[in-house]
Each structure stands twice: as structure tokens, then as C-alpha cells.
């Protein structure tokens, strides 16, 4: 392959070919997930109205699987925040917007959020029953929407051309369902890094939509709960303790 590797995580590689982006798999990787991936993107594609590379093939070579995407020329929103923090509030500001325009769309055939968080919730072996049995009854208590919800909004998962149309990447863990939900997870993601880009961001959707902090605070303990099921090491401490708040509250 005259490619160029343009990220590498523990289960994959990024390859750049030519206006292609290939996301090389590791051998062991499941393939349902690969697939799953490749569908979950196509079905936010057909959804229209939001700026997603295109999945072009699926395909498998020496026992890897990979899907490659229509590549997207430009910077990730993280580069661009790393690089220009005197501009860390205009950026937070398009991030909100383009999360907002996600969550306009329907995509009636993805899975539902709160079936995915009941599936987490119950992978998650160190909780006591009973912290479960709060978690569903909690679950079960908030309002039920079908908005769509990327489910991993970060500043690494959208790209920006220079001509600042913006791309958003990584649609694996897309679902439809409470958008709130969506907003807790993406403040979650930024705590993991930097809680003032956090705060900031959870202030700038709430000021825009008119939405109580509060309210998407209230999602922060299931949210956390079910990023758990993850197990990575480095989150484990910070996630414990924001999922253990609605002992307190
Ligand atoms: N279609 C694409 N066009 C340009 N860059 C891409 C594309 N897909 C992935 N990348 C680059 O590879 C990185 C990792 O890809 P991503 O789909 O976010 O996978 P993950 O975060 O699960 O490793 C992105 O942050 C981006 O820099
Ligand atoms: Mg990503």
C-alpha cells in the first residue's frame, strides 16, 4: 500500500491513499463490529444535512478487516484548540453548533441509547447490585427522545478544512436517544482532559439552547457509569467518582 500512516490506536491503523482514508483493523478485531461501524456511518450519511466522509468500501486483506472513507483534508478541531487557545471560545462555539445540528437529525434505524446504556451498565462486573438497580431506575426516569447522539463528540472526531466547513468523524458509537445524554458525554470526554474546556463547553450549549445545567448534570452519573464499561485504567478514578455523585444527591 503507498499509503501513509496517519494514526494508530491499540486496534488500528489510519492510512492515508491519495483522497482516501483507510482505517486498518487489527486481525483480532471483531468483524460485527467492523461492519457495524460501516453501517451505522452509511445510515448517518443517508440522514443528510451533516458533513460525514463518506464510506467508499469494506473490504479485507490478510486476514484484516477495513473500511475506507473518503478522506477529509484538514485539521482535527483538537490540533486547531492545541494550537490556537486565544481561540478556545470561538471553537467551542461552532463545536456546539455542529453538535446541535446533529442532534436536528432522526435516524430512526440506529439502536437506542438507553438499550446500549442498559447493555453497558450490565457489563460492568464491580457493581453491586444495587448500584445497578439505581442506574436502571434512573435510566428509566429520564425522558425518552430519538434525537440523533454521536456518542464520542470530541474535538478529535471533527475535522476542519480551510475553508472551515467542518467534518465529524468516528460514528461507531452513534444511537438515537436523549441529547442531553450526548452533551453529559461529551463534557465527560473534555473533564478526562481539561475541565475548563468542559465547563465551557457545557455553559456554551446551555446558554444556546436554553437548557438547565442542571438537567444535563443529571445525566453525569449513568453517562460515567457507562463509559466504564470501557475499563481503560487512565478513566477509571475520574468516572468512579462522578458515578457515585447520585449517592450524594
Ligand atoms: N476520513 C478521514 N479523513 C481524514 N482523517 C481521518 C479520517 N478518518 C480518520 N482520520 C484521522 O484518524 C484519526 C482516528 O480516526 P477515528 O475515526 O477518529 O478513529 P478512533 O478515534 O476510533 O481511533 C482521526 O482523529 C483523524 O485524525
Ligand atoms: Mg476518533
Not at 491519495?18 to 463490529?33: L, Q, R, S, T, Y
Not at 439505581?134 to 470530541?154: A, E, I, Y
Not at 460514528?171 to 452533551?183: E, F
Amino acid at each position: 500500500m503507498g499509503a501513509e500512516l496517519i494514526a494508530t490506536t491499540a486496534t488500528k491503523k489510519v492510512y492515508r491513499d491519495g483522497d482516501k482514508a483507510i482505517k486498518v483493523f487489527n486481525e483480532d478485531f471483531p468483524k460485527a463490529e467492523v461492519l457495524n461501524e460501516a453501517l451505522i456511518t452509511a445510515r448517518v450519511e443517508e440522514t443528510g444535512g451533516i458533513k460525514v466522509p463518506k464510506v467508499l468500501e469494506v473490504s479485507v486483506f490478510e486476514g484484516k478487516w477495513s473500511i475506507t472513507y473518503e478522506f477529509i483534508e484538514g485539521k482535527t478541531l483538537k490540533q486547531l484548540m492545541d494550537e490556537n487557545p486565544e481561540k478556545l471560545p470561538e471553537y467551542m462555539d461552532l463545536m456546539v453548533d455542529l453538535h446541535l445540528n446533529i442532534m436536528s437529525k432522526q435516524c430512526p434505524l440506529l439502536n437506542k441509547l438507553k438499550d446500549k446504556m442498559i447493555r453497558q451498565i450490565g457489563d460492568i462486573d464491580e457493581l453491586t447490585d444495587s448500584i445497578r438497580y439505581d442506574m436502571h431506575t434512573r435510566l428509566d426516569g429520564m425522558p425518552k427522545h430519538t434525537k440523533l447522539c454521536h456518542g464520542d463528540f470530541n474535538p478529535s472526531n471533527i475535522i476542519v478544512k480551510d475553508d472551515q466547513t467542518m467534518y465529524v468523524l468516528d460514528w461507531v458509537h452513534a444511537t438515537q436517544g436523549n441529547a442531553s445524554a450526548d452533551v453529559a458525554r461529551t463534557y465527560l470526554l473534555f473533564c478526562l482532559q481539561d475541565q475548563k474546556k468542559a465547563d465551557m463547553y457545557i455553559d456554551v450549549f446551555c446558554r444556546k439552547t436554553g437548557t438547565a445545567k442542571k438537567y444535563v448534570q443529571s445525566w453525569l452519573p449513568i453517562v460515567a457509569t457507562a463509559q466504564l464499561s470501557k475499563k481503560r485504567p487512565e478513566e477509571a478514578e475520574l468516572l468512579h467518582r462522578w458515578a457515585n455523585v447520585f449517592e450524594y444527591q
